[in-house]
């Protein structure tokens, strides 16, 4: 698919843009498209392969992308370096990194655990350089207790209903989140640091230069939050399962160097592992019932699998109390083979 498709309305716009630009533009043919609102084009400028991201204003905001692009930049990370951008129009041109992204390497028998410890070691980087910082960081919305609970609802509000035919009753619901409260007001204090929120191998890539253990991609939705986040994103991964001895390796290589409490940390790693996984639950099905995008419902059973291992945690026991009366099916469904219950 090329930007010359004249049913779409963003197609003529882009490619006057890319005119505008300095040098000639090959003809751009569609990458990918995410599960936002978000299209990647790749094109060629006097030759040099590049990147299109198209973001349609009203529907997204690409000021986030490029000025967490330079965060992590600043920070000794590797992300897609900005080469233009017009925030009114939704466009930003990108370096093409290439196509080997840990999921692509992964299926050309590249090693996992090669993989997946580069991953640690860029997020012990990042939060290692973030606690460095004196700055402030304008405009990155913080990962509050408020928001974490907002998104678990939505397996209340897409994923309920999808199983059970119905929207949950409002007491229900209610409930709900007061298990989820009582899940979250119990985790200990832990330092803050830059959160990317979607880390895991679709959006991790080997860098054609080598300087780094990886290149870091789809950050737009960064936050301020717990240093959990991203390694319990990377090794529970909702769309592929981590062998165990890689997911300990991982959690064991990220507490011998970090600077927090081993046992604050693996507090914070399981009860975000399972919000995480109860919201993308709901999330995987508004992708299908309202964006029509039903292939994300094949990773359903992996991701009922987490949970189930999730709700037999010590953690998690406001929401097994909750489950165990109204939802029981959800706490017997076949364990997921992955780290949701590492010691």
Request: charged content about 25%; glycine content about 6%; hydrophobic content about 45%.
């Amino acid at each position: 698919m090329t930007t010359n498709n004249p049913h779409d309305p963003r197609a003529a716009a882009l490619q006057a843009w890319l005119e505008a630009q300095p040098g000639t533009f090959d003809p751009p043919w569609l990458l990918r498209a995410d599960a936002s609102f978000r299209r990647y084009f790749r094109t060629r400028r006097d030759g040099a392969p590049m990147v299109v991201m198209d973001a349609p204003p009203g529907r997204e905001d690409t000021r986030p992308f490029v000025r967490v692009a330079g965060l992590l930049e600043s920070l000794g990370l590797r992300p897609p370096r900005i080469l233009a951008h017009n925030a009114a129009a939704g466009f930003v041109l990108l370096e093409d990194l290439g196509d080997r992204t840990f999921t692509r390497a992964l299926a050309e028998g590249h090693p996992e655990e090669d993989l997946y410890a580069r991953a640690t070691d860029t997020l012990l980087q990042l939060h290692q350089a973030w606690s460095e910082r004196t700055s402030d960081t304008p405009g990155i919305p913080p990962y509050d207790r408020q928001r974490l609970l907002d998104e678990a609802l939505l397996w209340a509000d897409w994923y309920w209903p999808e199983v059970r035919g119905a929207a949950m009753p409002d007491n229900l619901r209610e409930g709900f989140a007061a298990a989820w409260s009582r899940t979250l007001e119990g985790l200990p204090a832990m330092p803050q640091v830059l959160v990317l929120r979607d880390y895991h191998v679709d959006n991790l890539m080997l860098p054609p230069d080598g300087a780094h253990p990886c290149a870091v991609l789809d950050f737009q939705d960064a936050v301020i939050g717990s240093p959990a986040y991203d390694l319990v994103s990377l090794l529970e991964d909702a769309r592929r399962t981590a062998s165990a001895d890689v997911v300990e390796a991982c959690l064991s290589r990220y507490l011998e160097a970090a600077a927090w409490s081993p046992e604050a940390f693996r507090a914070h790693y399981r009860v975000l592992g399972a919000q995480r996984t109860t919201k993308i639950l709901g999330i995987f099905v508004r992708l299908a019932r309202r964006d029509g995008k039903p292939r994300y419902l094949e990773h359903l059973p992996r991701l009922r699998g987490l949970l189930a291992t999730a709700l037999h945690l010590p953690e998690l026991a406001p929401m097994a109390a909750w489950f165990d009366i109204h939802c029981p099916e959800a706490r017997v469904a076949e364990p997921a083979a992955s780290g949701a219950a590492a010691s």
